[in-house]
């Protein structure tokens, strides 16, 4: 029953929705500025190694739940560009289930547009310094934890993992590594939406 809600609320999200992206010195960037940055991210060096990461996190506020969806490229030990958007649904979700599956939902809806041609993109800036060790590696962030004891959504987690995988091309992270969710997109969950 619940999958059919998620879905139905899906349907109903992405005729508002504009995707819209932000960081803190740009807005109002489309999907297609956010590649841009991220190619030219990767072009400033591009003989290291990189991990791309898509993940959703969200906060209960009265009234609504808030979403964000983070986009990050990371230079691994050298820095990151990274943006995000905001989203809020105009009710309380008390099922963590439903929330879990609506997180991974964003986050596989901007997955979907980041399809395998433009990560070829990314990757064939690499390409050439393959061999001093430049390399890409795909994820989506599931912001779950696996141990029981400490996380309520451990019961959710390979539910989630499962249909990340069923993509293909992105391998599913969670926590305590899943720092696009739970760290990056859950810093800008703290605040209520103005619907």
């Not at 929705?17 to 990767?42: A, K, M, T």
């Not at 990560?119 to 430049?134: R, Y």
Request: proline share 3%.
């Amino acid at each position: 029953m619940a999958e059919v809600n998620v879905l139905t609320m899906m349907s109903t999200i992405s005729t508002w929705d504009d995707l819209s992206f932000q960081n803190v010195s740009e807005s109002e960037l489309s999907l297609d500025h956010v590649l841009e940055r991220i190619l030219s991210f990767i072009t400033q060096d591009p003989r290291s190694s990189y991990h791309f990461v898509i993940g959703t996190d969200s906060q209960v506020h009265r009234g609504q739940t808030k979403f964000v969806t983070g986009i990050v490229i990371h230079r691994r030990g050298k820095g990151a560009w990274a943006c995000y958007r905001e989203l809020a649904v105009p009710r309380q979700l008390t099922s963590i289930r439903e929330k879990l599956m609506l997180e991974t939902s964003f986050s596989q809806r901007v997955a979907s547009y980041f399809d395998e041609i433009a990560v070829m993109k990314m990757e064939e800036l690499l390409l050439p310094n393959i061999c001093q060790g430049a390399m890409l590696e795909a994820y989506i962030d599931i912001d779950a934890g696996t141990e029981l004891v400490v996380n309520q959504t451990a019961l959710y987690v390979q539910e989630m993992v499962d249909r990340v995988e069923a993509m293909g091309m992105y391998a599913p992270r969670v926590k305590p590594d899943a720092y696009g969710a739970s760290s990056y997109a859950n810093r800008y969950t703290k605040n209520r939406m103005i619907l």
